[in-house]
């Protein structure tokens, strides 16, 4: 294991980047000049998972309520090598806030601002930059007019603005139409414009390809494009490669992004892990491993992306594993990895030898993984409903569920069920 050692010491020490020039570097500088930018990972599903975020509204009012847990989430991303820490705003628009019979005490605005200053304190603990971004809302879906859908994005625009963040991301948009008016919105402020659509290769909700839709984009001014969530990390490098294609073959120019799901969905149909009947608490059986990030971030970057992050399911130990795959690129280990070395180099000190003589890349590369689920298929059946924003079944409103829509949506389920 000697020269993985040596390997480890040269990018820690030899080869480390100096802080300071990379504390005067915005995202545009770094992509600009080839460098690697490492996002940071899903705390929407690992804050549900802590017991802190609801699944069902997702909303993140624990920001206000229990910063110290968004800190260290935080933290631990920096610390496995990430250097975006995006802030926590994930559906805290208003309209979603108070959604479907949600009565929070906590405004927008105050969990917007909470969220900014944790990702600015923590990117301040290292080389790391803070991002805030926006996300699809309930107005959209509603078909409400782009104005007041723009409303919506330009107030949590505000907080970004005061909170002065080092750029800005339109992300988890299911249609390009809206990504557009948010990316529209937060070009006003003047700062770098990063825009991820949840989708596959398949394209937006409306049918418009992935290429179009990066074209679209790019026209309405973001320098990054690409996708997060709902795809696995493969699905998602073949959906930026068609954004790439097409921009290019439109003679124009952007960086690329991708922060996928830590999940294997390839039963999905082009709406993603939502129709899978896993959804979402048992999901854990299609966890991606670590050395599956190994393989996610080599083929983001042979497809020329720079932007290499995660998006749900991506815990800090899976950000570490693309920093450790891109290290040679970077110049530099993240702190995480003096606790684990590459390749499972540590076990050499295992007391059990046959677990010793698993300390090797060529083990782990090509492992196949059981699931120790004997009864369980490999696949699911997706419940495909085939509806989308402008169909009755997607208007939202202030008002709880009521027992006739959940009456109407087990009879849809049931139907999806049984055509499936």
């Excluded at 624990?62 to 802030?87: D, I, K, S, Y």
């Excluded at 750029?167 to 139409?177: G, Q, S, T």
């Excluded at 082009?270 to 080599?298: I, M, N, Q, S």
């Excluded at 079944?393 to 049931?414: F, G, N, P, S, V």
Aim: hydrophobic letters at 40%; one cysteine or more.
């Amino acid at each position: 294991m000697a020269p993985i050692k040596k390997a480890y010491d040269r990018f820690s020490v030899e080869l480390r980047l100096s802080l300071s020039t990379l504390l005067a570097q915005g995202v545009l500088e770094r992509l600009n000049a080839g460098e690697v930018v490492i996002g940071d990972g899903g705390f929407v599903f690992a804050l549900e998972k802590r017991g802190y975020v609801k699944a069902g509204p997702w909303t993140p009012e624990v920001t206000v309520t229990h910063p110290e847990a968004v800190r260290q989430l935080h933290r631990e991303f920096l610390r496995a090598g990430a250097n975006v820490m995006q802030a926590y705003t994930f559906y805290a628009s208003d309209d979603k806030l108070e959604n479907r019979g949600q009565t929070l005490k906590i405004t927008g605005a105050q969990i917007n601002e909470a969220a900014c200053d944790l990702a600015k304190q923590v990117a301040g603990e290292g080389d790391a930059l803070a991002a805030a971004g926006v996300c699809q809302t309930p107005s959209y879906l509603s078909c409400k007019s782009e104005t007041d859908v723009k409303a919506v994005f330009k107030k949590q625009l505000d907080v970004f603005v005061k909170k002065n963040v080092d750029f800005l991301i339109a992300e988890y948009f299911e249609h390009v139409e809206e990504a557009v008016w948010a990316v529209e919105v937060l070009k006003t402020s003047g700062k770098p414009v990063a825009a991820s659509m949840c989708i596959g290769p398949e394209g937006d909700m409306h049918g418009v390809p992935a290429g179009e839709c990066a074209v679209r984009l790019v026209k309405a001014g973001a320098q990054i494009v690409g996708v997060n969530c709902h795809f696995d990390p493969m699905t998602c490098v073949k959906a930026v490669k068609l954004m790439k294609e097409g921009v290019e073959k439109a003679g124009l120019k952007a960086h690329y992004m991708v922060q996928p799901l830590a999940y294997h969905v390839p039963d999905s149909t082009y709406l993603g892990y939502t129709e899978l009947p896993e959804f979402p608490f048992a999901l854990e059986p299609r966890t991606v491993t670590r050395w599956d990030v190994h393989k996610y971030a080599r083929e983001a970057y042979k497809a020329g992306i720079r932007f290499i992050g995660g998006c749900c399911g991506f815990e800090p130990y899976h950000i570490r594993a693309v920093a450790e795959e891109l290290a040679a690129e970077r110049g530099i280990m993240p702190a995480g990895s003096e606790k684990h070395g590459m390749w499972g180099a540590g076990l050499e000190m295992h007391t059990k030898p046959w677990v010793r003589a698993r300390c090797r890349r060529e083990y782990w590369e090509n492992l196949l993984p059981a699931s120790g689920r004997p009864k369980c298929a490999s696949l699911s059946t997706p419940e495909s409903w085939g509806v989308t924003k402008g169909h009755a079944d997607l208007l939202q409103h202030k008002e709880a569920t009521t027992t006739q829509e959940m009456k109407h949506a087990l009879e849809m389920q049931k139907k999806a069920k049984s055509s499936g």
